[in-house]
């Protein structure tokens, strides 16, 4: 049964054959970035256009992305907030006429790229994939696997420090102002520190990479232990958005205690590659075993040979020569001594 018309594929969206042995050629491999490219871009339109729904609507029983976003601001008390047009209802603040239309734009194509995370990954996933071995494969999908986790991870943990962070920006004025949050300025507050501490939380999968290279090996990490903490904390107090305490000793603890299990790990696989190695146990200025010291080995339980004819004088036993060949005793042609009869 033939498919619609409105079903076919377009050929630029279509995977090209490949050839029988994998490989690509120059042209292939610009097709095949083009292809997964615009798959992506594709879906982050249409979760960009889920994303903008969800802001303003109810989806599925669940609440809007706009409330849930607000929620740590709404939830501070009506005091330390300004309360504009219904009291009952906890709004932001907009003094242009487009800005809640760029807002709405702004929030949508970030919840668009979070919402189709799986489909561009994907598509990343199948570009790189065949040009990995089957281990470099396996080791590659943990650390994407790991590396999600972990920002999901420390974007939660940002949505939760900001109420706390938000109560202390708001009232550490002691009640003389009231604080008008603009929707972009909070938004934006939001966003940034959504991304900085997904990315920080990266920072234990960083660290096992480079052990696994051999560039960041235990006895490092444990030599610069100290210095490696004080520069977290220093890190944290720089890069978050409001330069509140809370949100950077939240991000300087976290990444700490990230910092300390990713040295654990790391210490175990230093361990295991010391006892796989064979130069286990030796002083830094012993020599390790060489390959050829097999054969060294054998070629020493090899005698000397006697030489040729020794064995016959040691044993006394006789050799008989060969009789020489007859000298020539015939004088030279053409000598003086043709002359004599």
Known sequence: MARPSW???PRWLRPRAGNPDGTMTLLEHIHELRRRLMIGVIAVLLGTI????????????????GELLT???????????LTLGDPNRCQLVAFAPFEQLTLLIKVGVAAGVVLSSPIWLSQLWGFITPGLHAHERKFARVF???????????????????????????????????????????FSLLIT?????????????????????GIFPYATIK???RGLIFAIFVFAAVVTPGQDPFSMLALGCSLTVLFEIAAQVCRVHDRR?????PWQGLADDEAGPSPMAGTAAAASTVTASAPVGASALETGSRTTLPAPAPTRTDPPSGSDYDDVT
């Open 273 to 277: 590659a010391a006892k796989a190695s």
């Open 50 to 65: 889920v994303g903008v729904l969800w802001y303003q609507f109810h989806i599925f029983g669940l609440p809007s992305l």
């Open 7 to 9: 079903m076919h594929v």
């Open 71 to 81: 929620e740590p601001y709404c939830a501070l008390p009506p005091g330390a907030r």
């Open 144 to 186: 994407i696997g790991t590396g999600t986790i972990l920002f999901v991870g420390g974007a939660v943990m940002a949505y939760l420090v900001l109420t706390k962070a938000l109560y202390f920006l708001v009232t550490v004025g002691g009640g003389i102002q009231i604080t008008a949050l603009r929707g972009d300025d909070y």
């Open 193 to 213: 520190l959504l991304v900085i501490f997904g990315v920080s939380f990266e920072l234990p999968l960083l660290m096992i990479m480079l052990n696994r290279v």
């Open 223 to 225: 030599a610069w232990r």
